[in-house]
T-cell receptor, first 109, second 114 residues
Framework: GQNIDQPTEMTATEGAIVQINCTYQTSGFNGLFWYQQHAGEAPTFLSYNVLDGLEEKGRFSSFLSRSKGYSYLLLKELQMKDSASYLCAVRDSNYQLIWGAGTKLIIKP | DAMVIQNPRYQVTQFGKPVTLSCSQTLNHNVMYWYQQKSSQAPKLLFHYYDKDFNNEADTPDNFQSRRPNTSFCFLDIRSPGLGDAAMYLC?????????????FGPGTRLTVT
C-alpha cells in the first residue's frame, strides 16, 4: 500500500527553527508537496520538490531525498501565525496525490 | 482575484436528507477535485474531473455523486447522509495533474448531520 508518515504533533518556540519530517512509500514518484492548513481552513500551497536537494522560499525551505523516500520542511524565525498543520503529499506514478495526515505545529511564546 | 469559492461554508442536514454542496472557480482550471477531511486526518479524495472526464475513487461510497455542468462549477451530492458523513468537504482545482501543478483549495464546507 501507499503510505505517508509525519509526526502527529510538534511544539516549538517563537523565533526558533523547526524541522518537520515526512517519509513516504508510494508506487512511483512525480513530486512532493507541502501545504499549510490553519485550523478550520483549507490547505494552502507552500512548496514543491521533484529533484533531490533543498528549495528555499523565504523563511520556509523544503528538502527531498528520493533514494531515501524522505522530505523535510524547515521553518525559520518562527512566528505565532505559523501555528498550523503541515501536510506532506506525494504525487504517485498515476499522478494521484497521496496525502499525509499532517503535523500539528504549536508555537509557544 | 482568481479563486475557488464554496457555498455554503456551513451546512446542517438531517440524517438521510439529501444535500448538495457547490464549488465554483475563476481560475479556468481543467481539473476539479472533491475531498472529504475529518479532524486530524488526511484529506480523502472522493473524485475528480479532468475537463468533463469523471474519475471516481474506488472506495468512494455510492452515496456520493458529483456533477460538473461546465468548467467553472462542480457539485457534490450526498444522497442519504449518515452521521459518519459529517466532515469538512474541500473543493480544489489545478491546471493539470503533472509537474508542479499545485492544487488550489476553496475554504471548505463543514457539514453537520443531525
Amino acid at each position: 500500500g501507499q503510505n505517508i508518515d509525519q509526526p502527529t504533533e510538534m511544539t516549538a518556540t517563537e523565533g526558533a527553527i523547526v524541522q518537520i519530517n515526512c517519509t513516504y512509500q508510494t508506487s512511483g514518484f512525480n513530486g512532493l508537496f507541502w501545504y499549510q492548513q490553519h485550523a478550520g481552513e483549507a490547505p494552502t500551497f507552500l512548496s514543491y520538490n521533484v529533484l533531490d536537494g533543498l528549495e528555499e522560499k523565504g523563511r520556509f525551505s523544503s528538502f527531498l531525498s528520493r533514494s531515501k523516500g524522505y522530505s523535510y520542511l524547515l521553518l525559520k524565525e518562527l512566528q505565532m501565525k505559523d501555528s498550523a498543520s503541515y501536510l506532506c503529499a506525494v504525487r504517485d506514478s498515476n499522478y494521484q496525490l497521496i496525502w499525509g495526515a499532517g503535523t500539528k505545529l504549536i508555537i509557544k511564546p | 482575484d482568481a479563486m475557488v469559492i464554496q457555498n455554503p461554508r456551513y451546512q446542517v442536514t438531517q440524517f438521510g436528507k439529501p444535500v448538495t454542496l457547490s464549488c465554483s472557480q475563476t481560475l479556468n482550471h481543467n481539473v476539479m477535485y472533491w475531498y472529504q477531511q475529518k479532524s486530524s486526518q488526511a484529506p480523502k479524495l472522493l473524485f475528480h474531473y479532468y475537463d468533463k472526464d469523471f474519475n471516481n475513487e474506488a472506495d468512494t461510497p455510492d452515496n456520493f455523486q458529483s456533477r460538473r455542468p461546465n468548467t467553472s462549477f462542480c457539485f457534490l451530492d450526498i444522497r442519504s447522509p449518515g452521521l459518519g458523513d459529517a466532515a469538512m468537504y474541500l473543493c480544489a482545482t489545478s491546471g493539470g495533474t503533472s509537474g508542479s501543478s499545485e492544487q488550489y483549495f476553496g475554504p471548505g464546507t463543514r457539514l453537520t448531520v443531525t
